[in-house]
């Protein structure tokens, strides 16, 4: 079946060590994006990309890095320079966005950080 | 930017009742519009989605919504609760000549036995 893979589901971490969660989808899509969820917050845009090599910063990305080598996936780091970095996160994919195609956001099931 | 409200971030209703989950946006220029839900530790599910075709729009599980340019409102209703329902419930919308999403911060609905 179709669909996005995230990994690990939960993950501990010390104060001062990266982190990288994986991203991989299936689906063939071309945009893949990092979302941040924190209670009463709704979804926060970390970054998202819209094609291979290439990514644009969103709303909250001090503090975090990606890279997009492949189509399929999409790890995001999470550096020790984010202060707060305890949260859910939840990566997304879509299609390009095109002439008649509204492009829906497809989810993965999230990963869920928690700093020791 | 966009952006979206959802009024009321905690919303409980009777086993049975009627669901209405309000949602708000700004724009000028209707977008596309998205409700999700959300079930504990899990990702997002599309509910249903308004692309410009029909205002009043039939999605999953019974959930239906309805676009009012006017009131710029996309909200979510349900007939006849069911304790299934209980979950965090999510509208979103998207400029149709772009490919970012604004989420409102969501309505935790709980469906009372």
């Known amino acids: 079946d179709g669909g996005i893979t995230q990994s690990p589901k939960y993950l501990f971490r010390k104060e001062g060590q990266n982190v990288t969660l994986s991203c991989e989808q299936n689906?063939?899509?071309?945009?893949m994006y990092w979302y941040r969820q924190d209670p009463g917050q709704g979804l926060r845009l970390i970054y998202y990309s819209q094609i291979v090599n290439d990514f644009q910063k969103g709303d909250i990305a001090e503090g975090y890095s990606v890279s997009r080598e492949k189509k399929e996936s999409f790890p995001l780091t999470v550096t020790s320079a984010q202060k707060n970095p305890t949260a859910f996160y939840l990566c997304?994919?879509?299609?390009?966005?095109?002439?008649?195609?509204?492009?829906?956001?497809?989810f993965g099931e999230g990963s869920r950080l928690t700093v020791l | 930017a966009q952006s979206v409200t959802q009024l009321g971030s905690h919303v409980s209703v009777s086993e049975g009742a009627l669901v209405l989950l309000r949602c708000n946006y700004s724009?000028?220029?209707?977008?596309?519009l998205f409700w999700y839900v959300q079930y504990p530790n899990q990702g997002l599910q599309l509910l249903l989605k308004y692309t410009s075709a029909a205002t009043l729009v039939k999605g999953i599980n019974g959930f239906e919504a309805e676009f009012k340019k006017s009131e710029t409102s996309f909200h979510l209703t349900k007939p006849s609760a069911h304790m299934s329902d209980a979950a965090e419930y999510f509208c979103a919308v998207s400029e149709r000549s772009g490919n970012q999403f604004y989420f409102g911060t969501g309505t935790s609905l709980t469906v009372i036995p």
């Open positions: 689906l063939n899509h071309d945009a």
């Open positions: 724009s000028s220029v209707p977008p596309y």
């Open positions: 997304a994919s879509s299609i390009e966005r095109r002439q008649g195609y509204t492009g829906e956001l497809f």
